[in-house]
């Protein structure tokens, strides 16, 4: 399969929204307390925010067909700076999803890697990312690319 990633232009609003929906019905299936289910969860209004905003970036995998199979959002960020902890700079993926019609055929991988070298080149010292519990099929890629548990946010429903 012959993959091309790049940075995302208005243009690609539509492909994207239409991938957003697909990873936000997985998210309103599981934690419906914390997702509502809204006809539109990614706004183009919205998109052009992160496209103009300077710590964001959103890259895409286009397919031979110049159609977007997978993107990516990520936000570089700064921690913040108070006396007991160590100021460093680290590259955020606020999201990440490929289509469920191209999933393990390395497309994760290529988008991923992609932004592994965009993290470096920016000077960052880590990539992280938030997954939920339910999401096993994404803790399992993410392991197997080499990431590893840095903390865990726990919760009690009352």
């Known amino acids: 399969m012959n993959i091309k990633i790049r940075e995302a232009e208005l243009n690609d609003y539509e492909s994207i929204s239409t991938l957003v929906k697909e990873v936000h019905?997985?998210?309103?299936?599981?934690?419906?307390?914390?997702?509502?289910?809204?006809?539109?969860?990614f706004t183009e209004e919205r998109?052009?925010?992160i496209l103009n905003d300077d710590k964001t970036k959103v890259f895409v995998a286009e397919n031979s067909n110049n159609e977007i199979i997978a993107y990516s959002i990520i936000e570089i960020m700064i921690a913040r700076n108070i006396p007991i902890l160590?100021?460093?700079?680290?590259v955020y993926i606020d999201d990440l999803c490929v289509s469920s019609t191209h999933r393990r055929k390395g497309v994760g991988r290529m988008l991923f890697k992609h932004i592994?070298?965009?993290?470096?080149?920016?000077?960052?010292?880590?990539?992280?990312?938030?997954?939920?519990?339910?999401?096993?099929?994404?803790?399992?890629?993410?392991?197997?690319?080499?990431?590893?548990?840095?903390?865990?946010?726990?919760?009690?429903?009352?």
């Open 86 to 90: 160590k100021e460093r700079k680290f």
């Open 25 to 41: 019905s997985l998210h309103v299936r599981n934690r419906p307390d914390v997702y509502a289910d809204v006809e539109n969860p």
């Open 116 to 158: 592994v070298d965009y993290a470096k080149k920016s000077g960052a010292d880590a990539l992280e990312l938030t997954v939920w519990e339910f999401n096993s099929d994404a803790i399992k890629f993410y392991e197997s690319l080499g990431m590893t548990t840095r903390n865990r946010r726990m919760e009690l429903k009352i």
């Open 47 to 49: 998109f052009k925010e």
